[in-house]
């Protein structure tokens, strides 16, 4: 399978939500599971190794 773009940007305000998330997994139901996640952050592209999610009430 070729890859896959999709651009996960925050609805409200500027923090990603667990909507936001859920809306992720949507968009990628068809995606292999063990396709290599890639980010930007501050113009330089990279693979995802771990991530931390802090949850406020």
């Known amino acids: 399978m070729s890859p896959v773009s999709i651009h996960l940007k925050p609805k409200t305000g500027k923090e990603i939500t667990l909507d936001d998330l859920r809306e992720l997994v949507e968009?990628?139901?068809?995606?292999?599971?063990?396709?290599?996640?890639?980010?930007?952050?501050?113009?330089?592209?990279?693979?995802?190794?771990?991530?931390?999610?802090d949850m406020d009430d």
């Open 27 to 53: 968009k990628t139901k068809g995606v292999s599971g063990k396709s290599p996640v890639v980010i930007t952050a501050n113009n330089r592209t990279t693979r995802i190794n771990g991530l931390d999610i």
